[in-house]
Nanobody, 123 residues
Framework: QSQLVESGGGLVQPGGSLRLSCAAS????????IGWFRQAPGKEREGVVC????????DYDDSVKDRFTVSRDRAENTGYLELSDLKAEDTAVYYC????????????????WGQGTQVTVSS
């Protein structure tokens, strides 16, 4: 059974950092672009950033461009999202999903969603 499992969320103070993981099982992540999304309370889920199979990055949310780092580890079959300089408005459930080899200009056509991991930024 193919699935993605996110982890690494938690409670962090403003300005802090977290590293989220997106572990794949039942298939190889190598062949897919990995997208990261978030859903804040009372809001719709939105695309944050994507990493293609060649390691190329596509930002869907410009507010994170200089604060979030996306990567992938082929040996671990896992994608990562490093969050830094966190702000209260980054509070959300973070999800990963996959699509074809490239990220695409818009955050669409992703599938195989994980269950999400909660990130709470509060003092």
């Amino acid at each position: 059974q193919s699935q993605l499992v996110e982890s690494g969320g938690g409670l962090v103070q403003p300005g802090g950092s977290l590293r989220l993981s997106c572990a794949a099982s039942g298939f190889r992540l190598d062949y897919y672009a990995i997208g990261w999304f978030r859903q804040a309370p009372g809001k719709e889920r939105e695309g944050v950033v994507c990493i293609g199979t060649l390691g190329n990055r596509k930002d869907y949310d410009d507010s994170v461009k200089d604060r979030f780092t996306v990567s992938r580890d082929r040996a671990e079959n896992t994608g990562y999202l490093e969050l830094s300089d966190l702000k209260a408005e980054d509070t959300a459930v973070y999800y990963c999903a996959v699509r074809g080899a490239s990220c695409g200009e818009e955050a669409v056509d992703f599938h195989l969603w994980g269950q999400g991991t909660q990130v709470t930024v509060s003092s």
